[in-house]
């Protein structure tokens, strides 16, 4: 039976007119051009835009937990916090890595359909919920770019759109696989009319930015090496916020989750510190209406067919 975590205080539904740290006014930020490859627990990650700024440690502690109302306990669980890392990405989260063991991803064409659906209709159960809490509309349309593996590439990819009283807000993300399990980056467009087009190409970028390290990718396991017990479905649940079947709730989701004395306060106080943020305090764009919603054309799922094949035509570097 499917339980639901979401993991929206993560994605932070980002109502971003402009880079989140220049909306961000209120503390004082030092921003580190980022220039050069920055080191990571497991790899490295390159910029690809000259604009491009990152935050040491305890400044991205500050920033998550002053602007999005993370628990500080969340910080430990981030690997990086980047801004405009490349054309058409407003902001990039990286979490810690995570150690489970390498993932078989040969539940996926067996399992996944019915998967992607049961996870979805508990994830759009509870951001009705959320809204309700709030006093505030939230409906979520659909997967704009369905849960998708590119087995050749070793990530996995979606997002999905919802209506939030009126604005558009696409959450995306993706699991990157290596040896040792699996990196989370969660991918927030500078446009939020971005097309499932534009998302699998944002995706496909910002996993180019990442590079593991000798040993570590997923093409360099090895018979013996710590297998997961959880396949890649388990990772789609776990990227979701979603458990499901057996599966806990892992990575950064299961550190919030373990600090967070009431579970609505974790999951409601980002979305009402963005809405007040980036609507109050920044040059918010007029309100999509209605018909400004996504297309059909918009939310469909991925052809079969681009399951198997990396956006770019070659995995990420």
């Not at 910029?47 to 999005?68: D, H, I, K, M, Q």
């Not at 959880?230 to 990575?251: D, N, Q, R, S």
Request: proline share 6%.
């Amino acid at each position: 039976m499917l339980e639901h975590f979401s993991l929206v205080a993560i994605s932070m539904a980002f109502f971003l007119t402009e880079p989140a740290l220049v909306a961000a006014q209120e503390v004082n930020y030092n921003p580190i051009n980022f220039s050069a490859p920055l080191t990571l627990s497991r790899g490295e990650i390159r910029p690809a835009s000259g604009g491009a700024l990152y935050l040491n440690a305890e400044e991205r502690c500050t920033f998550v937990t002053t602007e999005w109302g993370f628990d500080p306990a969340g910080c430990a669980a981030l690997d990086a916090l980047v801004f405009v890392p490349a054309d058409g990405i407003d902001t990039l989260i990286i979490a810690k890595p995570m150690g489970d063991g390498y993932i078989d991803t040969s539940d996926w064409d067996a399992s996944s359909a019915e998967a992607i659906e049961e996870i979805w209709n508990s994830l759009a159960e509870s951001l009705r919920k959320q809204g309700e809490r709030l006093g505030q509309e939230i409906v979520p349309i659909g997967w704009q770019v369905r849960p998708t593996l590119h087995k050749d590439a070793g990530y996995l990819f979606y997002s999905f759109i919802m209506d939030w009283d009126g604005e558009r807000v696409i959450n995306a993300r993706a699991g990157l696989l290596d040896r040792h399990g699996y990196i989370q980056f969660s991918i927030v467009p500078a446009d939020m009319n971005a097309s499932a087009l534009d998302m699998r190409s944002l995706a496909d970028q910002a996993l180019r930015l990442y590079t593991s390290k000798p040993g570590t990718s997923y093409a360099e396991f090895t018979s013996g090496d710590k297998i997961a017990a959880g396949g890649a479905v388990g990772v789609l649940a776990a990227l979701t916020g979603v458990k499901y079947g057996k599966e806990a709730a892992t990575g950064l989701i299961a550190v919030l989750l373990a600090f967070a004395k009431k579970l609505w306060i974790l999951l409601l106080l980002p979305f009402v510190f963005v809405k007040r943020l980036f609507k109050g305090g920044s040059k918010a764009a007029p309100t999509p209406s209605a018909s400004e919603l996504p297309a059909q054309d918009d939310i469909n799922p991925v052809p079969d067919d681009e399951n198997d094949r990396s956006p770019g035509g070659k995995p990420p570097a």
